[in-house]
């Protein structure tokens, strides 16, 4: 059950990844990944909880994302999908189980205790990341977004 669960979980994220790094993916079978009729976007903030980088903290910033449920209904999940520069690690994370890492693009799901948002509810969930590369803006936000399944 593991493995098919991985297996459509790949058949979704690999064609997501290619969109977001704007290249074509090929699937493994002739199947479209189409998300699942009862997957929507979700609204979501992104902030900066230091400046990065910065000589007090050197290369190591911490980014907050704060997911809110703007719907009618409670969820039954949510993923967050996050593409930062080439050059930034995400290194540790909070309020999250990491699904995939494929530097720079990072697949978030809910934490057990955090799936279900009720209309109108809000989770904060966050990384930190560090900066391996000179070539990485002065503030590499990620380029983001997130579903909820009901």
């Known amino acids: 059950m593991r493995s098919t669960r991985y297996r459509r979980m790949i058949r979704l994220v690999i064609p997501l990844l290619a969109v977001l790094a704007g290249t074509t993916a090929i699937l493994p079978s002739a199947q479209a990944a189409e998300p699942p009729p009862n997957e929507v976007p979700c609204a979501f903030t992104y902030t900066f909880l230091n400046d990065p980088p910065s000589p007090f903290h050197g290369p190591r910033f911490t980014g907050r994302f704060i997911i809110t449920n703007n719907n009618t209904v409670s969820t039954a999940a ?12 995400v290194t540790q994370f909070w309020g999250v189980r990491m699904l995939v890492d494929a530097d720079p693009n990072y697949v978030f799901g809910n934490a057990n ?3 279900r948002l009720g209309p109108g509810q809000s989770i904060e969930v966050g990384v930190v990341a560090n900066k391996t590369s000179d070539a990485v803006s002065a503030i590499p936000r990620p380029t983001s977004f997130c579903t909820f399944t009901w």
Do not use: D, K, S
């Open 78 to 89: 949510w993923t967050l999908r996050a593409r930062f520069q080439p050059g930034v690690e």
């Open 113 to 115: 205790w955090n799936a």
